[in-house]
T-cell receptor
Framework: DSGVTQTPKHLITATGQRVTLRCSPR?????VYWYQQSLDQGLQFLIQ???????AKGNILERFSAQQFPDLHSELNLSSLELGDSALYFC?????????????FGSGTQLSVL | TQLLEQSPQFLSIQEGENLTVYCNSS?????LQWYRQEPGEGPVLLVT?????EVKKLKRLTFQFGDARKDSSLHITAAQPGDTGLYLC???????????FGPGTSLSVIP
């Protein structure tokens, strides 16, 4: 158990809909990362937060947004969903958000867009 | 264009064999990490290397960071079925940069 909690584990929805994925980082970790994993694209970096502030951004679509709340949990919002958004979404956390730190990953949310 | 390349993409070997997988790029990195991911789970960190030429050992696994800090290798001695998984390398340009993962090497060790 990594200590990172992601909910829900599975999500099935239709095209055009909006969903929210939730992540609770490990106790004491200030930084949260979101990644998208699909068979053809691998593990793609979406966005990173540190103590409530955005620290780094990857190729995150404009239809996607995220935030980290004062209690350090994070949410990833996906809107106007398309078939291609079907993927496994991972949240990870680390103590201070430095790149040589260990990232602790949750078990992921499997999103299926039908 | 892939920032990171990993080879081979797939590898299937018999228990007891040795193997090496590679992570390559044309860019220089401040640090490089290796993770292993099992089906249905998130990646788990195996090692972090930060110094060019650095070699680290973790039981039967040997990790090496290239002298120029652009590439790395992971060697497994006497592979076991428990080594089966997706091996991912991850890099960052600076200490505060985003952490980017390679496409991975999928290893299957057959009993």
């Amino acid at each position: 158990d990594s200590g990172v909690t992601q909910t829900p584990k599975h999500l099935i929805t239709a095209t055009g809909q909006r969903v929210t994925l939730r992540c609770s980082p490990r106790s004491g970790d200030l930084s949260v990362y979101w990644y998208q994993q699909s068979l053809d694209q691998g593990l793609q970096f979406l966005i990173q937060y540190y103590n409530g502030e955005e620290r780094a951004k990857g190729n995150i679509l404009e239809r996607f947004s995220a935030q980290q709340f004062p209690d350090l949990h994070s949410e990833l919002n996906l809107s106007s969903l398309e078939l291609g958004d079907s993927a496994l979404y991972f949240c990870a956390s680390s103590v201070a958000g430095l790149t040589n730190e260990k990232l602790f990953f949750g078990s992921g949310t499997q999103l299926s867009v039908l | 264009t892939q920032l990171l390349e990993q080879s081979p993409q797939f590898l299937s070997i018999q228990e007891g064999e040795n193997l090496t997988v590679y992570c390559n790029s044309s860019s220089v990195f401040s640090s490089l990490q290796w993770y292993r991911q099992e089906p249905g789970e998130g990646p788990v960190l195996l090692v972090t290397v930060v110094t060019g030429g650095e070699v680290k050992k973790l039981k039967r696994l040997t990790f090496q960071f290239g002298d120029a800090r652009k590439d790395s290798s992971l060697h497994i001695t006497a592979a076991q079925p428990g080594d089966t998984g997706l091996y991912l390398c991850a890099v960052a340009g600076t200490s505060y940069d985003k952490v980017i993962f390679g496409p991975g090497t999928s290893l299957s060790v057959i009993p």
